[in-house]
C-alpha cells in the first residue's frame, strides 16, 4: 500500500510538472515531429509499467523520456539540435532488421535450398534480426522461433531496439557468437552514466536504469557480429565442419583498435554511435535533470545505403514507421561514414618509357575491421581509367560499372586479386567469395565450405600470428602479395598497393587519369541466383530491387590532371625546325624561344621528370620563360596551330 502511494504521489506530481512545462513557449529547434505529436510521445510517460512477465520493454515505453522534448529541456545539443535516441534510431538497418526485405528473402532461399533445415535456419536468423521476439520465446523455454512467430509479434518486429542493447549482459561479453546473447532479466536497463535518476524509469516502465560501463564495449556487438555457419554438401548433408560467414568483431580483435589505447578502446560504438562531447540532458519531463558528456548519437550507422534508400521508398509494403526525414538523415550519415572513415587513397605517377605509363594506387584501411566487412555480398571496386584530355579519347580503363551495376571485365564467378593491372578486363576487387565442398562458387550460406578468395582491407594491425586469426584469414592471391597488408614486408599496414601498367598506343600529348574506389553492398552477382528462384518473399524483394537506385557509392577518389605522354625521344621529335629552345641545358634557369612565322602558340605546359605538371602558360607574350627553382630534367609542352610540340630542357646547378 505504500509503494502504491509513493508511486501514485510521484505520478501527480511529474503530472503537473508537465502541465506546467507545456504551457511554456516552445523555442525553435531542429526535430522531425510536430508538437502534437510530442505531446503524444510525452502521454508515453504515464503508460502503464510493462507487466512483469514481459522480458523486453518496446520502444514506445522508451520515447516518452528519451524522444524529442516538447520543451526542448532535454535530448538538444549545444546548438538547440534534436539528438533524440529514437529518432535517430528510426531509420537504421538495426530498426528494421526483421523488416530487412533482402534478408527475408534470403532465409526463404535457404530454406527453398535445404527444406528439412527451416526450424533450425529461421531460429538462428531470428536471434540476430529479431532477437527481442526470439529471446523472450527462448528464455520461455521454447526451442525454436519461426519467422511465422515474429510476423506476429510486435516486440519481435522492433528489430535490435533500445531493450535489445540496454539488458545485454555482461557475463562472457566478447565470448560467446552466432546470435547466442546473454540478457540480464532481472528487470534493469544498463547505461553509460553513473548514478542515474531511477524512479521514472522505475515506476512508469517497471524496470531499474544502472550504470555499467560495459554498454561502450565492443563486446556488446559480438554476438551478432561474429557468425559461423553450419556447412553442408549440395545434398544437404552437413559435412561436420564450420564456415565463417562473417567476424567483423574478430577482424576488430585483431587491429590496432582492439588492444588497449590509453585508458579504453577504440570500440565498435565510437566510430559507429560517434559521440558529441555537448552537455546533453538525457531525458525529458524533469528540467532539474544536469545534462550527460559526451552523449553517444544513436545514429547507429553501417554502410548500406543501397537497402536504406530501398527500404524508404517501400515503407507502406514493408510496415516501416520511419518518416523520409529520418531516413535521409541516416542515408546522408551512413555516406558520411563511408566516404570520410573508410580509406585514404592516392595515385601516383611512378613513370613511362617509349611505349607505357605506370601507376600506382595506395590504399589505407581506416576503419577498425575490415573492409568492407560483415555480411559476404558486400565488396569494393577500383575504377581506373585514363583519357587523353585534347581529344577526350579513352586509353585504358578498368573497372567501370555497367548499366545493370555490374562491374565490367570482371570473371563469372571469382575474379583473382591484383598485384598489377595490365589488361582492361582485370578489375580489383576486394571481396569475401564463397566456395561450396567441390570448391564451386556459391551464395547459398549453409554451403559455404572454404572462401574462395578474402583480399577484403585488412584494419592496421592485422596480422596472421593474432589469436583471432582463424576466423579472419586471408585467402587466394592476396595472402602472397608482398604490397597486401605490408610496409617493407611487416604485417600490419592496414594497406594495398597496386599497379596499372598499359600502353599509350604511340599516342602523343597530355592525358589525365582518375583512380575511383567503389562499395557495393547489394551487387547483381550475389542476387542473380537467388532470382532465379520463386518464393513470396524472394518475388516482392525482387520487384523492389529492380526498380530501386542500385548506384555504388564512391569512397575515394584521386586523380593527376596533365601527364605529358610521348612514344618517342622528345629531344629527337619531329618538326624540330619549327621551334627551338636554347641555351639548353640551362644554368640560370632562363631559356628563349625561337619559332617559325607562322606558328602560333595557343598553351605552353612546363611538365617535371615525373610528367606532371608544374606551370601552365595560356599566352606567351614573352619569347624569355623562366623555368623553376628547381634544378633537374624540365618538359615543354607547346599547343600549336601546327599541332603538339614537345621540348625536354635541362636545369643545371650554376658552378
Not at 109 to 135: F, M, Q, R, W
Not at 438 to 446: A, C, D, K, Q
Request: glycine share 6%.
Amino acid at each position: 500500500m505504500k509503494s502504491f502511494l509513493k508511486n501514485y504521489l510521484f505520478a501527480i506530481v511529474v503530472f503537473l510538472a508537465v502541465i506546467f512545462f507545456s504551457t511554456l513557449p516552445v523555442q525553435e529547434h531542429k526535430s522531425f515531429h510536430t508538437a502534437s505529436e510530442l505531446v503524444y510521445f510525452n502521454q508515453h510517460l504515464f503508460a502503464d509499467p510493462v507487466d512483469s512477465t514481459i522480458i523486453f520493454p518496446t520502444v514506445y515505453h522508451c520515447e516518452g523520456c528519451h524522444g524529442s522534448d516538447l520543451q526542448m529541456n532535454a535530448m538538444v545539443d549545444s546548438d538547440g539540435n534534436d539528438v533524440n535516441v529514437v529518432d535517430n534510431w528510426q531509420a537504421t538497418m538495426m530498426a528494421n532488421s526483421a523488416k530487412d526485405p533482402f534478408w527475408r528473402a534470403k532465409v526463404s532461399h535457404e530454406i527453398l535450398v535445404n527444406p528439412n533445415h527451416a526450424t533450425d535456419l529461421e531460429t538462428k536468423c531470428t536471434s540476430c534480426h529479431a532477437p527481442n521476439g526470439h529471446y523472450t520465446a527462448i528464455l520461455r523455454g521454447a526451442s525454436h522461433y519461426s519467422i511465422a512467430e515474429m510476423l506476429g509479434d510486435s516486440v519481435a518486429m522492433e528489430g535490435v531496439s533500445c531493450s535489445t542493447c540496454h539488458t545485454m549482459s555482461k557475463d562472457d561479453l566478447g565470448k560467446v557468437f552466432s546470435g547466442e546473447i546473454n540478457f540480464d532479466t532481472s528487470r534493469v536497463m544498463f547505461g553509460p552514466y553513473d548514478f542515474p535518476f531511477a524512479q521514472p524509469m522505475e515506476n512508469f516502465v517497471g524496470f531499474e536504469p544502472v550504470y555499467s560501463e560495459h554498454v561502450n564495449d565492443a563486446g556488446l556487438c559480438a554476438s551478432c557480429h561474429t557468425l559461423l555457419t553450419n556447412s553442408v554438401d549440395l545434398n544437404g548433408n552437413f559435412t561436420g565442419e564450420q564456415f565463417v560467414e562473417q567476424a567483423t568483431y574478430h577482424e576488430w580483435l585483431n587491429s590496432v583498435y582492439g588492444v588497449e589505447k590509453g585508458l579504453e578502446k577504440a570500440s565498435c560504438q565510437k566510430c559507429h554511435m560517434p559521440r558529441i562531447m555537448d552537455t546533453v540532458v538525457i531525458s525529458s519531463n524533469y528540467s532539474f535533470l544536469q545534462g550527460r558528456s559526451p552523449f553517444a548519437l544513436h545514429e547507429l550507422v553501417g554502410g548500406n545505403t543501397a537497402m536504406l534508400k530501398l527500404m524508404k521508398e517501400n515503407k507502406e509494403a514493408l510496415n516501416i514507421t520511419a518518416t523520409d526525414e529520418q531516413f535521409d538523415n541516416t542515408i546522408a550519415n551512413t555516406f558520411t561514414l563511408l566516404q570520410e572513415q573508410s580509406v585514404d587513397f592516392n595515385l601516383e605517377l611512378l613513370g613511362q618509357d617509349v611505349d607505357s605509363v605506370y601507376f600506382s594506387i595506395l590504399i589505407v584501411n581506416k576503419a577498425g575491421h575490415k573492409f568492407p566487412s560483415g555480411y559476404p555480398a558486400r565488396r569494393s571496386y577500383l575504377e581506373f581509367v585514363a583519357t587523353t584530355i585534347e581529344e577526350g579519347d579513352t586509353l585504358f580503363q578498368s573497372g567501370v560499372m555497367e548499366e545493370d551495376y555490374e562491374v565490367k571485365g570482371q570473371t563469372e564467378e571469382t575474379e583473382p586479386h591484383f598485384n598489377l593491372i595490365t589488361q582492361e578486363d582485370q578489375v580489383q576487387i576486394y571481396e569475401l567469395v564463397l566456395g561450396d565442398v567441390n570448391g564451386g562458387f556459391t551464395t547459398v550460406l549453409e554451403r559455404s565450405h572454404q572462401a574462395l578468395k578474402d583480399n577484403r582491407l585488412p584494419p592496421k594491425g592485422f596480422t596472421t600470428s593474432h589469436s583471432a586469426y582463424d576466423t579472419t584469414k586471408i585467402y587466394g592471391a592476396a595472402l602472397e602479395d608482398p604490397d597486401f597488408n605490408k610496409n617493407n614486408g611487416v604485417e600490419g599496414s592496414g594497406s594495398d598497393k597496386i599497379r596499372y601498367h598499359f600502353p599509350i598506343n604511340a599516342y602523343e600529348g597530355l592525358i589525365k587519369v582518375e583512380a575511383k574506389m567503389y562499395y557495393q553492398s547489394l551487387p547483381p552477382k550475389w542476387m542473380e541466383p537467388m532470382f532465379k528462384e520463386s518464393t513470396p518473399e524472394i518475388d516482392a524483394f525482387r520487384e523492389m530491387y529492380y526498380a530501386a537506385d542500385l548506384s555504388p557509392v564512391l569512397v575515394a577518389s584521386s586523380s593527376i590532371d596533365s601527364i605529358y605522354v610521348s612514344p618517342v625521344s622528345t629531344l629527337n621529335a619531329n618538326k624540330d625546325s619549327l621551334l627551338s629552345i636554347y641555351p639548353n641545358p640551362t644554368m640560370d634557369g632562363k631559356v628563349i624561344l625561337k619559332t617559325m612565322e607562322d606558328l602560333r602558340i595557343s598553351e605552353l605546359s612546363i611538365l617535371n621528370s615525373a610528367g606532371v605538371v608544374v606551370r601552365r602558360m595560356n599566352t606567351l607574350t614573352e619569347k624569355q620563360i623562366d623555368l623553376p627553382e628547381e634544378n633537374g630534367l624540365y618538359i615543354f609542352v607547346f599547343k600549336t596551330n601546327k599541332g603538339i610540340l614537345s621540348r625536354k630542357v635541362i636545369k643545371i646547378k650554376n658552378p
